[in-house]
């Protein structure tokens, strides 16, 4: 099969489980893990942030950061259809008993101004707007890509209103690589990132959160509460960071079969639109009389596993382990449905 569900499909490379066989390790929740302390050293100088804390999954650097910028009853302000807000399980509700402010927004961004007018009035009947986040690229949005000057400007209004600002960066390599902007761009306009290691690049498990060593420290209570804390995790570490040093370039190629997908897409009867392809996400509208569970089942028999991305809409992620090879015998397959 041609799996373009998502790319956390990837399995890892030999090299990759190599360097993972080949890691020294320790127990992390007792902070001698040397492999984890590496990856976070390595991750925190690259954004040039404080601190770094090592968890299994973005969900949980995520629910986490929210965690730590707030305290019950206030309110995140965040896209409609953001991954924290969506695709956690009403974590921010749950975990942190937050409010969430839900903004319309091109493509899944939000803008400066937005933000600025959707901040609550002190009065007792709102919850206190106390944390924005931002999530780039923007999953619901195609791989959209945040400008750098409007998140400056994004956090310029945060400075003004005391709130917080975390960046879900589930596939921020994705969005750097496509730019050519640095790591390093990023960390001064946030309080807390999240970057996950699982997706584009490759590595079996794993995400940081990046801050200050504060709220690092903050972080790892959190960690500890929701079952997070893990030991010889350096096996795990050794997959980021072999990601980080090997597999970050290469995205640019993952992107490239993406947008040759978009062209195919867009040629078939049954495709009313493509979503603009920035990085390695496509998103297909069907026309009139189409349905994504139609699509899905006709791709099937013909090999090409995708995900239905809500009504008439479907999603295919390139990835590592989609290949030249792959992408030609999709673009046949693809043109036998009608």
């Known amino acids: 099969m041609i799996d373009l569900r998502s790319d956390t499909i990837t399995k890892p490379t030999p090299e990759m489980l190599e360097a993972m066989m080949s890691a020294r390790v320790g127990d992390d929740v007792l902070g001698d893990d040397p492999t984890v302390n590496k990856l976070q050293e390595k991750i925190a ?22 965690r730590i910028h707030t305290r019950p009853q206030d309110e995140v302000i965040c896209h409609k259809y953001s991954h924290v807000y969506m695709y956690e399980g009403g974590g921010m509700m749950y975990n942190s008993m937050l409010s969430p402010k839900l903004l319309e927004g091109d493509r899944g961004r939000i803008t400066a101004d937005q933000i600025q ?8 009947h709102y919850p206190k707007s106390k944390l924005v986040v931002l999530e780039n690229t923007m999953n619901k949005g195609g791989g959209a890509i945040y400008d750098l000057e409007e998140v400056k400007r994004i956090r310029k209004v945060c400075d003004e209103n005391d709130l917080g600002l975390h960046l879900d960066g589930a596939r921020l390599f994705n969005a750097i690589c496509e730019t050519g902007e640095k790591p390093s761009d990023f960390g001064p306009l946030f309080d807390t990132i999240s970057i996950c290691f699982s997706k584009g690049l490759g590595a079996p498990v794993g995400s940081v959160l990046l801050g200050t060593k504060e709220k690092i420290n903050e972080a790892k209570r959190v960690r500890k509460v929701f079952g997070g804390g893990m030991r010889q995790a350096g096996y795990l570490a050794a997959a980021c960071i072999y990601a980080l040093d090997h597999h970050v370039t290469r995205l640019k190629e993952d992107h490239q079969r ?12 049954f495709i009313d639109e493509v979503m603009p392809v920035d990085t390695n996400i496509v998103i297909v509208k069907l026309a009139d009389g189409k349905s994504e569970k139609w699509l899905l089942e006709e791709q099937k028999k013909q090999g090409i596993l995708a995900v239905g991305f809500g009504k008439g809409l ?9 290949s030249d090879d792959d992408l030609q015998e999709f673009s046949v397959a693809i043109r036998k449905i009608s």
């Open 45 to 66: 100088s690259l954004f040039g942030m404080e601190a770094a804390l090592f968890c299994p999954s973005g969900t949980m650097t995520n629910q986490i950061a929210m």
């Open 314 to 322: 479907v999603r295919f992620v390139t990835h590592m382990d989609f």
């Open 258 to 269: 993406a947008r040759t997908i978009g062209e195919v897409m867009s040629k078939l009867s």
């Open 117 to 124: 007018e959707s901040i609550n009035p002190d009065d007792i």
